[in-house]
């Protein structure tokens, strides 16, 4: 172990080796800030990629984890429990009134796959088409939903029968959905993709289009969830009426959880035909609630969509010849450069210590925790600002 990075280099030994690594070892969190191994503080904008919606250790998750872990961690869905049962009944009462039914898994990429599958059984077809440019997970199912070849060449052949479309193009949507369709896959704001917002006419016409084939809609808000963009749900903005919509990050808090909230126009899904060990755990249901009630006392989404209205004005107006483009919805916002990305985001962390992240190779994609202040914003728009003018 060096002196300098003793855990990262102890990590390193055992690593399984396929993550890129930044070369500080995160030991503590408090709201938007996180702390190194010598103590020293970062601003977060990068959320752990979108999963501190309430800020690093929020007390209330806090003391609900501790509660719940001296009570009951293990209980299995063959059996009733009590964190899951209100935890369902508060997040469908969340989503339109049609959305009577959740299935909670421990991950994004797990909510992904049990979309598709409830698709596939709900509908009888096979046929899956999703967005070029879009990430859904890395397990087969939704591995082979995202776009990027680099995720997907290694571990070929996928699952058959899905396709990809050019995202906001209406008219490949309209030649792609068929009566074979069993879904539509796609993210309301693109977020590894590139921070890359939908047009309203292009969910307008996806709903449209699905619903008039027999189609499912579904929607990964994966990422945008939970306050993210300005709304609880981000197809909100636009008054969707999706089918299945995959939730996780911000669910649980910052304990891993994932979620797919049911459109009863899917209809009944029969028993046995999906399931998970862990899914609907007592922790993880029990740190979801609390994460809930904190978004809600602490008025997160109205403060997001203030706070992102003013980050976005902010980082537009940077006059910068490095910059493309400056896009985004609440506290979900990206900075597409003319040039790599991974240089400005290794100054940002060792010179200004802010931590951002990257999406793709030439987007900065800022995350923050929804309770990011005021000053510490500011903070964010003069460090860019010194960066890039
Ligand atoms: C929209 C979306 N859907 C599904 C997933 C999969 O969730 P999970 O299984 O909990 O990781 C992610 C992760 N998005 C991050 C990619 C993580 C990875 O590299 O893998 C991201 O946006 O960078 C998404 O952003």
């Given at each position: 172990?060096?002196?300098?990075?003793?855990?990262?280099?102890?990590?390193?030994?055992?690593?399984?080796?396929?993550?890129?690594?930044?070369?500080?070892?995160?030991?503590?969190?408090?709201g938007?800030t996180?702390?190194?191994?010598?103590?020293?503080?970062?601003?977060?904008?990068?959320?752990?990629?979108?999963?501190?919606?309430?800020?690093?250790?929020?007390?209330?998750?806090?003391?609900?984890?501790?509660?719940?872990?001296?009570?009951?961690?293990?209980?299995?869905?063959?059996f009733?429990?009590?964190?899951r049962?209100?935890?369902?009944?508060?997040?469908?009462?969340?989503?339109?009134?049609?959305?009577?039914?959740?299935?909670?898994c421990?991950?994004?990429?797990?909510?992904?796959?049990?979309?598709?599958?409830?698709?596939?059984?709900?509908?009888?077809?096979?046929?899956?088409?999703?967005?070029?440019?879009g990430?859904?997970?890395?397990?087969?199912?939704?591995l082979?939903?995202?776009?990027?070849?680099?995720?997907?060449?290694?571990?070929?052949?996928?699952?058959p029968?899905?396709?990809?479309?050019?995202?906001?193009?209406?008219?490949?949507?309209?030649?792609?959905?068929?009566?074979?369709?069993?879904?539509?896959?796609?993210?309301?704001?693109?977020?590894?993709?590139g921070?890359?917002?939908?047009?309203?006419?292009?969910?307008?016409?996806?709903?449209?289009?699905?619903?008039?084939?027999?189609?499912?809609?579904?929607?990964?808000?994966?990422?945008?969830?939970?306050?993210?963009t300005?709304?609880?749900?981000?197809?909100?903005?636009?008054?969707?009426?999706p089918?299945?919509?995959?939730?996780?990050?911000?669910?649980?808090?910052?304990?891993?959880?994932?979620a797919?909230?049911?459109?009863?126009r899917?209809?009944?899904?029969?028993?046995?035909?999906?399931?998970?060990?862990?899914?609907g755990?007592?922790?993880?249901?029990?740190a979801?609630?609390?994460?809930?009630?904190?978004?809600?006392?602490?008025?997160?989404?109205d403060?997001?969509?203030?706070?992102?209205?003013?980050?976005?004005?902010?980082?537009?107006?940077?006059?910068?010849?490095?910059?493309?483009?400056?896009?985004?919805?609440?506290?979900?916002i990206?900075?597409?450069?003319?040039?790599?990305?991974s240089?400005?985001?290794?100054?940002?962390?060792?010179?200004h210590?802010?931590?951002?992240?990257?999406?793709?190779?030439?987007?900065?994609?800022?995350?923050?925790?929804?309770?990011?202040?005021?000053?510490?914003?500011?903070?964010?728009?003069?460090?860019?600002r010194?960066?890039?003018e």
């Amino acid at each position: 172990m060096t002196e300098q990075q003793p855990f990262a280099s102890l990590e390193a030994a055992h690593s399984a080796g396929v993550y890129a690594k930044r070369p500080i070892t995160l030991v503590r969190g408090s709201g938007a800030t996180l702390y190194d191994d010598h103590g020293q503080a970062y601003l977060d904008c990068g959320s752990g990629i979108g999963v501190a919606n309430i800020g690093h250790c929020h007390p209330t998750v806090v003391q609900a984890i501790a509660e719940q872990a001296a009570t009951l961690t293990v209980c299995p869905e063959a059996f009733h429990n009590d964190q899951r049962a209100l935890l369902q009944a508060e997040l469908v009462q969340l989503f339109p009134a049609e959305f009577q039914r959740v299935f909670l898994c421990n991950s994004g990429t797990e909510a992904v796959e049990a979309a598709l599958k409830f698709a596939r059984m709900a509908t009888g077809r096979t046929a899956i088409v999703a967005a070029m440019r879009g990430f859904h997970g890395r397990t087969f199912g939704a591995l082979s939903a995202t776009w990027e070849s680099h995720y997907r060449e290694p571990f070929m052949p996928l699952v058959p029968d899905f396709s990809h479309i050019p995202y906001n193009n209406i008219e490949r949507l309209q030649n792609a959905i068929t009566e074979q369709t069993a879904a539509l896959i796609i993210e309301i704001i693109q977020g590894e993709g590139g921070i890359r917002p939908a047009t309203a006419e292009f969910l307008q016409a996806a709903q449209t289009i699905c619903h008039e084939r027999g189609a499912l809609l579904i929607l990964d808000e994966v990422q945008t969830g939970f306050g993210r963009t300005g709304r609880m749900f981000a197809f909100e903005h636009y008054g969707l009426q999706p089918d299945l919509v995959c939730l996780a990050k911000a669910l649980g808090g910052g304990i891993p959880m994932g979620a797919v909230v049911i459109n009863q126009r899917v209809g009944e899904l029969a028993i046995g035909t999906h399931g998970s060990t862990f899914g609907g755990n007592p922790l993880a249901c029990a740190a979801a609630r609390a994460s809930l009630s904190v978004i809600r006392t602490e008025q997160l989404v109205d403060q997001t969509a203030e706070k992102g209205a003013w980050l976005l004005t902010q980082l537009q107006a940077i006059r910068s010849p490095k910059i493309r483009e400056v896009r985004g919805l609440g506290l979900m916002i990206g900075i597409e450069l003319k040039e790599k990305v991974s240089p400005y985001l290794q100054k940002l962390m060792n010179q200004h210590q802010i931590i951002a992240l990257n999406s793709g190779s030439n987007v900065l994609r800022l995350l923050p925790p929804l309770v990011i202040s005021w000053p510490e914003l500011e903070r964010v728009v003069a460090t860019l600002r010194s960066m890039f003018e």
